[in-house]
Every structure is written in structure tokens, then in C-alpha cells.
């Protein structure tokens, strides 16, 4: 019977709901809006499934790439549209062209994020694009397998520890299936991004028809950009596009911009405040997951390889595998073969996890007494550990 004692050994990829015979495990969100197991035990027969698909219980050993890029999409447009170099797309309409099935991450109706699958090259647009937040994986392992099971080609993207959950559900290793993770720096509380969208719905309010006291906001909602390159891809924004009801009730469209390091959901994010308990120890970093290509962004290939920064995305590919190797081979991006220590100096969350920021208990104990949450997150960043913290954390007594 899976058991959390510690929320650090749960990566939420839920592949032990997936796999019990019983169907008794339950996902639900604790107080800071993170997802973990929990078992009806009046249903249960210990038969010990759960505990066996667990990825945190049957760690891998790190992988070196056989081969690292810096690669492009050559469709400029898409790779605007992209966070980086539009590599996914690429790699995405390859497996519907062999009549396969791409499964990612997407916006509901509330702009929460799920994962799902399209067969369609249309279908793609929903999973472009950086969402960092953990999207509910619900049964998408197991529909997965129905399609491998049936022979089609299978591209299942995600979170490096939801690959290790596939991974691990699945019992074996399908030649249709080519598993598509990320460089990972961590994922976010749902119950903030809740809460952020809801303030940023109020505050369009603020100069049209009040809707303070509406409970659901995300009708207002138009779209989101976690990774508008509007303002270049190195100075990205995080863009939220709204409908406006004006005074004399005529609908407009507006949009809240703000470059990644003004914005405060990024800021919260990128200063690790609100990030799940498990990212701050992944295990799955350094190939760990068993995916067969890493996708990210080639930060510092401005400095590396100057002449192909266009600051419009430059994307960085490691190849895990030589299922990787081939299925790359067949597309067509530019790109430039690299070294693994040049990805690696200007991007450690590809080996190192984040480090917990000191106000992250704070934080989550304010968050359901605060009114204002931008207010306590610049509170939160703002916080300067005093002289007497520092000298522990550099004597590494402080935890």
C-alpha cells in the first residue's frame, strides 16, 4: 500500500493511481494545492501495485547524452510561438505523419493545466509552449498503452519524473514509444496559479464592471504566455490576454504584460517559492527518467555561438537514447552539435535541483490569510536572511 510519510517522496506523477486493480488511490490536493495519493483502505488488497510502479522507489542511474545540439526550427513562425527553439513541434508532427499520437500538456476551460493527446497537427497548438505547472496526468498512462498495444507510435511529453512514471507503469519498453522530457527547473502550486489568475482578473475589473465578489474569473481569461517573446527570448514576458466589459457593456480585449523578472507568479516561481516539495530533491535529473530526448532552452548560446542568436529561440536537444538518436535523424532542424559540458555551464537544472527559498514555509502559511497574493510574494522575495542564517548556510547547518 503506497504510503507519503514525507511529501518530499512524492513527484505527483500518479502513475500509482493508474495501475491499482481496485481503483481505491484518490488524488487530492493538500494545503498548498499539491497533489498526493490517498488509499481507501476498506477497498484495498495490498497487493503491493502501487508500490512497485512508484518511480521514487526504483531509482535510476544518471545518463550522459549520446548527443547534444543547439537546434532551430526552421519555421520561424512556430518558433516564435514557441518557448525556445520550437524543436517539440518538429519532433511532434513527425509522429502524426506516421498516422501516431502526440501526448502533452495543456489549458482547460479553467486554465488549469492537463495532459491529453491529439492525433492532428492542429492539435499541437495547445501543447506549445512552456506552462510550468505539473498538469493532471489523470489516465493518460494507461491510454497510452492502449495505443502502443495497438501498434500505433506513441510521443509522450512531460515532466521528467511524469516519464518515469510512464516508464514504470508500462513494465517494458515499446518501440512505438518515444518518451519527450524537459529540462526541468521545477513545477508550481496550483492553488497560487488559482489565486494569481483570480487577482489579475480583478484587478482588469478595477475601471469596468465590478465582478469583486464572482467567484469563477477564468471566463475573463483569453489566453496566457508564460514565454511571450514579444520583448526577445532572452527578456521573455508572461503575458495574460483578458475580456473587458466596459461601463456601457461593450466587450474589449486587453492584454497584461511584463517582462519574467517584474511579473509575480514568475518571480515566486524562479525564486523557488512555490514549487512542489519534490522538486527541491528531483530525482530525475542527469537523464534519470529513461526519456529518449531532453528538451530545453540553450541558455548562454549567445556567448557560445554567437552568429546563431537571433534572440527568436534557440532550443538545446540532448539525445538519451539510440531510439533518440534515430527518430531525430529523421526530421529536419538546423542545428549545431554541442558538448554536454556547454549545455550544462549556462543551465544547472539540468543536473542540480532547486533550492528551497528561506520564506517558502512563511509563504505557505500566509497564503490563506493574505487578501492581496502579489503583496506576499514581494514580501516573500524581498526577505534578506540575516547575518547569523548566512553564516549556518555556508557552514551547511542550516536546512
Keep these: 500500500m503506497i504510503k507519503i510519510d514525507r511529501f518530499v517522496d512524492c513527484c505527483g506523477c500518479a502513475s500509482c493511481v493508474q495501475v491499482c486493480p481496485k481503483q481505491c488511490i484518490s488524488f487530492n490536493e493538500d494545503k498548498q494545492g499539491f497533489r498526493y495519493p490517498q488509499v481507501n483502505k476498506s477497498i484495498c488488497i495490498e497487493c503491493g501495485s502501487c508500490e512497485r510502479v512508484c518511480p521514487m522507489l526504483k531509482l535510476r542511474d544518471p545518463v550522459l547524452p549520446k548527443s547534444v545540439y543547439a537546434a532551430k526550427n526552421q519555421d520561424e513562425e512556430i518558433r516564435l510561438a514557441s518557448s525556445s527553439g520550437g524543436i ?111 487577482e489579475v482578473a480583478r484587478k482588469s475589473d478595477k475601471n469596468s464592471v465590478s465582478r469583486m465578489f464572482i467567484s469563477k474569473t477564468d471566463t475573463l481569461i ?50 523557488n517559492i512555490i514549487l512542489r516539495p519534490a522538486c527541491y530533491a528531483c530525482r530525475f535529473r542527469e537523464g534519470r527518467s529513461g526519456s529518449d530526448i531532453t528538451l530545453g532552452d540553450f541558455w548562454g548560446i549567445d556567448k557560445l555561438r554567437p552568429k546563431i542568436d537571433d534572440d527568436l529561440g534557440v532550443g538545446l536537444l540532448m539525445i538519451n537514447s ?61 526577505y534578506k536572511p540575516g547575518i547569523f542564517y548566512r553564516v549556518l548556510r555556508k557552514l551547511k547547518l542550516a536546512r
Design 322 to 382: 539510440e531510439k533518440g538518436r534515430c527518430f531525430y535523424s529523421s526530421i529536419s532542424a538546423d542545428n549545431i552539435e554541442m558538448t554536454y559540458d556547454e549545455a550544462r555551464k549556462h543551465n544547472p537544472s539540468i543536473y542540480s535541483s532547486s533550492k528551497m527559498h528561506p520564506m517558502r514555509p512563511y509563504f505557505f502559511w500566509s497564503l490563506d490569510k493574505s487578501f492581496n497574493l502579489h503583496r506576499l510574494i514581494d514580501r516573500s522575495v524581498q
Design 222 to 271: 483569453k489566453s496566457v504566455n508564460f514565454r511571450d517573446k514579444a520583448t526577445g527570448w532572452k527578456k521573455f514576458s508572461f503575458t495574460v490576454s483578458l475580456s473587458e466589459t466596459s461601463v456601457e457593456g461593450e466587450q474589449n480585449t486587453v492584454s497584461q504584460s511584463a517582462i519574467f523578472s517584474e511579473n509575480a507568479f514568475m518571480k515566486a516561481f524562479l525564486k
Design 88 to 198: 517539440f513541434t518538429l519532433l511532434s508532427e513527425k509522429i502524426i505523419s506516421e498516422v501516431g499520437v502526440v501526448f502533452g500538456a495543456r489549458f482547460d476551460e479553467n486554465w488549469e493545466v492537463v495532459h491529453d493527446y491529439t492525433e492532428t497537427v492542429e492539435g499541437l497548438v495547445a501543447f506549445r509552449g512552456s506552462k510550468y505547472l505539473q498538469s493532471r496526468i489523470e489516465d493518460n498512462y494507461q491510454k497510452a498503452k492502449s495505443f502502443l498495444v495497438k501498434g500505433q507510435k506513441v510521443l509522450f511529453s512531460g515532466t521528467p519524473c511524469q516519464i518515469a512514471g510512464l516508464k514504470s507503469f508500462l513494465k517494458k519498453d515499446y518501440d512505438n514509444l518515444v518518451c519527450v522530457d524537459f529540462v526541468c527547473h521545477g513545477v508550481t502550486s496550483p492553488k497560487v496559479w488559482r489565486r494569481y489568475l483570480k
